[in-house]
Each structure stands twice: as structure tokens, then as C-alpha cells.
């Protein structure tokens, strides 16, 4: 069983930056691919980023691409999402989440999920 828990949202002006965090509890986060989701209001949730168990591969949604870079340190089983240049389509509750065998960008595949933290973002 993992746990884990985002932090880092909260309300920036566009074109700011934010850095979420998850971090696990339970087991080591090595053995897991991570990815970061979010979910605006009245949207279904969607994928964001996702980084392989050695930190090797990442994959970032397209809006995203050039603006948002996910990390992982697993020593500290803790992964990151730095966020730069934020526009307000950016706004939505941000999801980390742990997958056993799967690096890629479909939500079903993943085990474990946190309770998410608010990003909003200003124009």
C-alpha cells in the first residue's frame, strides 16, 4: 500500500511558476511510475505528466510541453511537478499518482492516488 500526498497549490498570476510535490509513505516510491494529473471544474480528469520508475523517460501533455517538467527523487520518495509560465487553463486540482507497471498517460492504469492540491491561476 502507498500513500501519498500532494502540496505546493495555490494561486499564482499568470505567468508565474508553482512546484508541487508528492510525497509517499508506506513503500518506496522506486518501484513505481508516477504521473500528475489534474481536473478543472465541470472537466474529466487528465493527464498531465509521467516519469518512469528510474526517473529515465518522462512524458508531458502537449499544452504542457516547454512549461512544465516532472522530477523525481528517490531517495526522498518524491516526486515533483515545476510549473512555469502558468496560464489561467491551468486552473484545476492537481493529482499525483503511482503505478506498478505502467508509464504512460491512461488514468485506469495507475494503483495508488493522492487527495490532490489546488492550483488556480489569475489573468
Known amino acids: 500500500q502507498v500513500q501519498l500526498v500532494e502540496s505546493g497549490g495555490g494561486l499564482v498570476q499568470a505567468g508565474g511558476s508553482l512546484r508541487l510535490s508528492c510525497a509517499a509513505s508506506?513503500?518506496?516510491?522506486?518501484?513505481?511510475?508516477m504521473g500528475w494529473f489534474r481536473q478543472a471544474p465541470g472537466k474529466e480528469r487528465e493527464f498531465v505528466a509521467v516519469?518512469?520508475?528510474?526517473?529515465?523517460?518522462?512524458y508531458n501533455r502537449d499544452s504542457v510541453k516547454g512549461r512544465f517538467t516532472i522530477s523525481r527523487d528517490n531517495a526522498k520518495n518524491t516526486v515533483y511537478l515545476q510549473m512555469n509560465s502558468l496560464k489561467p487553463e491551468d486552473t484545476a486540482v492537481y493529482y499525483c499518482?503511482?503505478?506498478?507497471?505502467?508509464?504512460?498517460?491512461?488514468?485506469?492504469?495507475?494503483?495508488?492516488w493522492g487527495q490532490g492540491t489546488q492550483v488556480t491561476v489569475s489573468s
Open positions: 499518482a503511482a503505478s506498478l507497471d505502467f508509464v504512460g498517460s491512461s488514468s485506469q492504469r495507475y494503483n495508488y
Open positions: 516519469i518512469s520508475w528510474s526517473g529515465g523517460t518522462t
Open positions: 508506506g513503500r518506496t516510491l522506486s518501484s513505481y511510475a
